[in-house]
């Protein structure tokens, strides 16, 4: 039995699917659906059961969770990947319960049956990259992230450092994913299905302009990985059994926003319009110019697959996914 906490979302519906792929359907989901339509992420997928996350917690709390799992079956792994993502979340306690107390609930769970444990960090931890960008454990304690999201991704990341308990786990930092089914993200979907949008209803995509000097307009960068590379990433982890500690998922290489807007263009054939607008001031100080996965290590624990150049992944999701409006697995 494999648990797939946040599987109706981005990566965790396209790990599911993967997983379908494989002949896995022994799954329990967990999530929280709320009033988005991130169910129809799951109506494609095929898995054992599904629980809210509120009704799972509580599962944890009282230990009653061994009672759900259908036939008295064993568990195998939990893929954790249920959290909130929102990097301008502004609640520090709600960022605490949700992103550091539910993970070492589930970390001390997994590890008391056994059970490999994967689970979601984020790129975020690295702040402003001044300590770079290197999946190196020795260098989690000077990260210094940009915002309180950040903030509570390192500091369960730090906590099984000092437990003594990364050495038995998974950490996969997370750069930026974007693909299918994302729609219920809101503000915090990719630049991708926002640009969509945007050109299909005004013709024009809106970019923010650069507040650093040694950065032109449209050129501030980023680590972008299609999800279904993030997705074949994390369930590398789940056959290496012998791979552990943090570990980056990206591409490995920078492309700028203009790059990016000019694939969508491209994607959706149509000219390239974009106009640049002031940043606000309330995240200039937190914004990142720059980021970029180190991923020597990744490959040294034996993923070889090359993962999707931008035009290539970015045309895919808007010919195959948006434009129709199917779902991963349709």
Not at 232 to 237: I, N, P, S, V
Not at 311 to 326: F, Q, S, T, W
Request: hydrophobic share 40%; with cysteine; aromatic share 10%.
């Amino acid at each position: 039995m494999i648990i797939v906490t946040g599987g109706a979302g981005l990566i965790g519906s396209a790990v599911v699917q993967r997983l379908n792929e494989r002949g896995r359907e022994d799954i329990l989901i967990v999530d929280h659906l709320g009033q988005t339509d991130k169910w129809r992420n799951l109506a494609p997928l095929r898995f054992m059961d599904y629980l809210e996350k509120d009704v799972f917690e509580r599962m944890l709390d009282d230990g009653s969770l061994a009672k759900r799992l259908p036939g008295g079956r064993c568990l195998d792994a939990v893929i954790h990947l249920g959290a909130c993502s929102a990097t301008t979340e502004p609640d520090a306690t709600y960022l605490i319960n949700n992103n550091f107390e539910y993970s070492r609930k589930l970390a001390l769970t997994a590890l008391a049956a056994d059970a490999r444990f994967i689970y979601a960090s984020s790129a975020a931890t690295y702040g402003d990259g001044e300590h770079g960008f290197a999946d190196d454990e020795k260098q989690l304690a000077q990260l210094r992230p940009m915002n309180m999201y950040g903030y509570s991704k390192q500091l369960f990341d730090v906590w099984a450092l000092r437990l003594g308990i990364l050495d038995k786990i998974i950490g996969i930092k997370y750069f930026n994913v974007y693909g299918p089914n994302e729609q219920h993200k809101c503000e915090m979907r990719s630049l991708v299905i926002k640009a969509y949008e945007q050109i299909g209803a005004t013709g024009t995509l809106r970019l923010f302009k650069s507040h650093r000097p040694e950065y032109g307009d449209g050129e501030q960068l980023r680590d972008f990985i299609y999800v279904k590379d993030a997705a074949a990433m994390t369930l590398h982890f789940l056959q290496n059994r012998d791979a552990v500690g943090i570990f980056n998922v990206g591409g490995g290489t920078t492309v700028s926003w203009n790059r990016l807007a000019r694939a969508v263009f491209s994607a959706m054939d149509r000219p390239v319009n974009i106009e640049y607008i002031d940043m606000p001031e309330s995240i200039r100080n937190t914004y990142q110019y720059m980021t970029c996965a180190e991923t020597a290590k990744i490959h040294a624990a034996g993923y070889a697959e090359p993962v999707d150049p931008v035009e290539e992944a970015v045309a895919d999701y808007i010919r195959n996914y948006l434009i129709p409006g199917k779902r991963l697995g349709d």
